[in-house]
């Protein structure tokens, strides 16, 4: 008896905070997701970094021995100000001194990079100025941005997305669930295709030393804002037509991240996702006032409907079928009969 009450209080328990078990099961998903990629990350990539380590080891022991009126402290001294200068996206190099960072183009790319959080890090403010504009800059215009990416997509769904599948259901008389999932997986096709796989092809004809997986790498690494910087379209040697090269992807990055935002809210639109997402949120309680406004809204109903169901009980005594007569067509012989 004891354990059947026991067994039943916490199946109570467990019912009353369900919403609350699931998002500590998600919560918990989520870590082991964080671990198992940073595994994955630390099993694959490390190998490649010793590699490159004893290659750079190697190419500046080498460099020493030819040069031996060289020594290492001021070996070590030019390279530490020289990578300090590459990290502010200066390069030493002879054949780098054409490319800017900061003429037009580059400093638009720079703000779209900034208001979308993409960020590459590819170039920073140098001054304290640029640094302070920056700070402002982006307090500004990263909520500018959301507002309109918002507006931006909120328009572009109701014509891409609900009135099709409203006309559709409308015409095929199919159910709207499937015709959303259908249309949803149609709309990541053609997104996919005309944002990832075609500006690939043309970031791997365009840029000499990015194959087909890397321009697809910097493609989905630009459009999800995740921006690690460690390829940057037009900041290659003697690239031709370099301004309106970066005026392009400012504007493909901007269409881009307005195709993703459509896709992401369609999928957020189908039941099944949204009866998911609903199972991890917390449900809203109505508070004591809130109870209050209801019952007296429901007594004041039930009220008014009495009172109109006992008029109808009168209207029915005092005037039977018999001689109550509601048509306009009705004869009389003057107004006294009325």
């Not at 031996?68 to 502010?88: G, K, P, V, W």
């Amino acid at each position: 008896m004891l354990q059947c009450l026991s067994g039943s209080s916490c199946v109570r328990v467990i019912e009353g905070y369900r919403s609350t078990w699931y998002f500590l099961v998600l919560v918990l998903a989520y870590v082991v997701y964080l671990i198992f990629g940073a595994l994955v990350f630390s099993a694959v990539e490390l190998p490649y970094e010793e590699e490159l380590r004893r290659e750079l080891r190697t190419v500046k022991q080498q460099f020493l021995e030819d040069n031996e009126c060289l020594s290492d402290e001021r070996l070590e001294e030019f390279l530490a100000r020289a990578l300090e200068a590459s990290n502010y996206g200066v390069s030493v190099l002879n054949n780098a001194t054409t490319n800017w960072n900061w003429d037009f183009t580059s400093a638009l790319f720079f703000a779209s990079t900034v208001l979308s959080t993409t960020g590459y890090g590819h170039s920073v403010p140098l001054s304290d100025g640029g640094k302070a504009f920056c700070i402002i800059y982006s307090v500004v215009g990263i909520p500018f941005t959301l507002l309109f990416l918002t507006a931006v997509v909120q328009r572009i769904m109701e014509f891409s997305t609900r009135r099709p599948v409203d006309y559709l259901h409308r015409r095929w008389g199919m159910s709207k669930p499937l015709l959303g999932a259908l249309h949803a997986s149609l709309l990541a096709i053609i997104t996919i295709s005309c944002f990832f796989l075609i500006p690939a092809i043309i970031f791997s004809v365009l840029e000499e030393e990015w194959n087909f997986l890397e321009s697809f790498y910097f493609c989905f690494i630009s459009l999800s804002t995740i921006g690690l910087g460690d390829y940057v379209p037009g900041e290659g040697y003697h690239q031709r037509f370099r301004e309106l090269y970066k005026l392009g992807i400012t504007f493909y990055l901007i269409l881009g991240l307005i195709a993703m935002l459509v896709v992401l809210e369609t999928f957020c639109e189908l039941q099944h996702l949204k009866k998911l997402r609903k199972i991890f949120y917390l449900k809203k309680q109505k508070t004591e006032d809130q109870l209050n406004i209801v019952d007296h809204d429901h007594l004041s109903f039930a009220s008014v409907s009495d009172q109109a169901a006992s008029f109808r009980e009168d209207k029915t005594d005092l005037f039977p079928d018999d001689i109550v007569s509601t048509s306009p067509t009705a004869t009389s012989n003057g107004p006294m009969d009325q």
